[in-house]
């Protein structure tokens, strides 16, 4: 990576992006992880530095000032009992020696500058009061506060809407040529890395396949596995065909993959709102969270997450639910499984208003209604085998009563989100960020159900 240059590395979860990024800045333990051969070279001036041979008391003065780093997943980035202001300041307070004042007023600059509402209360809240996008952009300043010669960004849109994303894209670039700074951008993106590359490198299973200039990557690809993550794009597809995967296209190379239509993707619009089914329909919710409280408790003003939202869902239908980080998207789709009570509205799933429910009615809907969460680490129990977290469900809610049956299932879930049969017995710290959400998606699956929201 020269100064002053954006190089993408791009590939699917666990081609091996997130690990060698993450070895740039020896943040993974050694052991397990060893380094026999090669070099990670960093240049500052006429000193080139090996940054393999280097202690933990050398490397504290690069992580995060020379060098650093905005993470794939801001929800377990962030420290849960310290307030976003102050991670951000803890960055300014030990690199560039500032007072705590001079290092809040900076703070506010910068989450004014990655567009966070309210800069001046928002470094006085914890990660828990921030919607997802907001707490990516609280790691994107803290990243950036101390203007490293290397930025590294391992999914750094994944969270946000289009309009903030832009935003921040324009904005690493912006201080990319200020500083003459260099970015390592990993994304699975390809909009992302045509609008925003200078170079492109592809990676698959560990392997550096192909690399060059970004225009030239896009028309050009000379490697299969290149050619089959341009062609797999949605966009390139008519709505009702089936989408080709990077295997189809590996296994035949150059063969034509054969289209299949999908009759019940293909149903006019009209058509369905006429003759389809209603599934779900919300009408009038809000919800609304306590913002202030007097001095017994009792809630003086409330922040109104959702605001009197009504719209129905049908049966084979997918329904987009759009909006900028922090509108309440979460809150709607959380509120509809009940698992964040609504102020007022109803919610009529097949002819029931569930918000009348009791608890235990609520739980025997479960298997009916999941919910595919937005950050997958956390979602996700640690201490869990992948086969241990995808038939919990199953053993619950006593679908599956022989444990024989439950592990086909799994198996075969797995299979599903193209995960091998093997993983089962990992646990989920031993996967990358895209193969957890996978995960995640099988066990939303694993108990067929009549209503997903993602």
């Known amino acids: 990576v020269n100064k002053g240059e954006i190089v993408a590395i791009v590939g699917e979860s666990g081609s091996g992006k997130s690990v060698t990024s993450l070895s740039i ?21 006429e000193t080139t530095t090996d940054l393999l041979t280097l202690n933990h008391q ?32 803890e960055a300014l307070l030990v690199h560039k020696k500032l007072s705590k004042s001079e290092a809040r007023q900076q703070t506010i600059e910068w989450f004014r500058k990655v567009k966070l509402p309210s800069p001046e209360t928002m470094v006085d809240r914890y990660p828990h009061q921030l919607s997802g996008g907001q707490k990516q952009r609280v790691m994107i300043a803290m990243a950036m506060c101390c203007q490293p010669q290397l930025l590294i960004c391992d999914e750094p849109t994944t969270a946000l809407d289009v309009t903030v994303q832009k935003t921040i894209l324009q904005l690493i670039k912006e201080l990319q040529q200020e500083q003459n700074m260099g970015v390592i951008f990993i994304t699975h993106d390809l909009g992302v890395v045509a609008e925003i590359a200078d170079r492109v490198a592809i990676m698959y ?78 009408e009038n919710l809000s919800v609304r969270f306590p913002n202030k409280t007097s001095l017994f408790g009792k809630p003086v003003s409330f922040v109104t997450a959702v605001n009197n939202v009504s719209f129905d869902i049908y049966k084979n239908e997918t329904l987009g639910l759009v909006g900028e980080s922090g509108c309440g998207k979460t809150t709607l789709g959380r509120t509809m499984l009940r698992l964040v009570e609504p102020s007022s509205g109803k919610i009529i799933y097949n002819g029931t208003d569930i918000t009348q429910l009791s608890k235990q009615q609520v739980k025997a809907l479960r298997k009916d209604v999941q919910l595919i969460f937005q950050d997958p680490y956390s979602s996700l129990n640690p201490r869990l085998t992948i086969e241990s977290a995808l038939s919990e469900p199953m053993k619950v809610t006593g679908i599956q009563t022989s444990a024989t049956e439950r592990r086909k299932t799994v198996a075969a879930l797995l299979d599903k989100v193209s995960m091998p049969a093997a993983a089962m017995n990992r646990y989920p710290h031993e996967f990358s960020g895209g193969q957890r959400q996978r995960i995640v998606i099988a066990r939303a699956l694993s108990l067929n159900p009549d209503f997903v929201v993602c």
């Open 205 to 282: 299973k560990g392997e550096l396949v192909e690399q060059g200039i970004a225009e030239t990557i896009f028309k050009h690809a000379s490697h299969p596995y290149t050619k089959a993550l341009i062609s797999c794009r949605p966009a390139l597809h008519p709505k009702g065909q089936k989408l080709p995967t990077v295997s189809d296209y590996l296994a035949k190379e150059k063969t034509p993959v054969v289209k299949q239509e999908i009759s019940s993707q293909t149903i006019d619009k009209e058509m369905l709102s006429q003759t389809a089914t209603s599934i779900l329909q919300v």
């Open 25 to 45: 800045l020896q943040l993974i333990p050694k052991p397990p992880a060893q380094y026999p051969e090669g070099k990670i070279l960093f240049s500052e001036g």
């Open 58 to 89: 050398q490397l504290r003065k690069v992580r995060g000032n020379k060098i650093s780093m905005i993470f794939q997943e801001p929800m377990t980035s962030l420290n849960p009992v310290i307030k976003c202001g102050e991670q951000v300041m």
